[in-house]
């Protein structure tokens, strides 16, 4: 069964960094396609960032120049470093993994606050 693990949230002033990781367990770790997603109160969750067995990433608008995606395949890993953080940012960040299409498998959310 592949479970996802999120850990390195935290409060963090504006303009501060964090970087979250997500273990992965049970997957074919090379081939499997991975993600961020994020969820702040009251609203949707949304795509923040992806990256392909292949190691091709994308990020959303909102985040680029600021968030970088990578994986570790060695460690069976992924990580998002996040950078100039805005108070915007705050929400819970959740990884995600599938072969065919991201969303097969959660992670159980990790929760980043930017304020002051």
């Known amino acids: 069964q592949v479970q996802l693990v999120e850990s390195g949230g935290g409060l963090v002033q504006p303009g501060g960094s964090l970087r979250l990781s997500c273990a992965v367990s049970?997957?074919?770790?090379?081939?499997?396609?991975l993600g961020w997603f994020r969820q702040a109160p009251g609203k949707q969750r949304e795509l923040v960032a992806t990256i392909t067995s292949g190691g091709l990433t994308n990020v959303v608008d909102s985040v680029k120049g600021r968030f970088t995606i990578s994986r570790d395949n060695a460690k069976n890993s992924m990580f998002l470093q996040m950078n100039s953080l805005k108070p915007e940012d705050t929400s819970v960040y959740f990884c995600?993994?599938?072969?065919?299409?991201?969303?097969?498998?959660w992670g159980q959310g990790t929760q980043v606050t930017v304020s002051s």
């Open positions: 049970g997957a074919i770790f090379r081939i499997i396609k």
């Open positions: 995600t993994a599938g072969y065919e299409a991201l969303g097969a498998y």
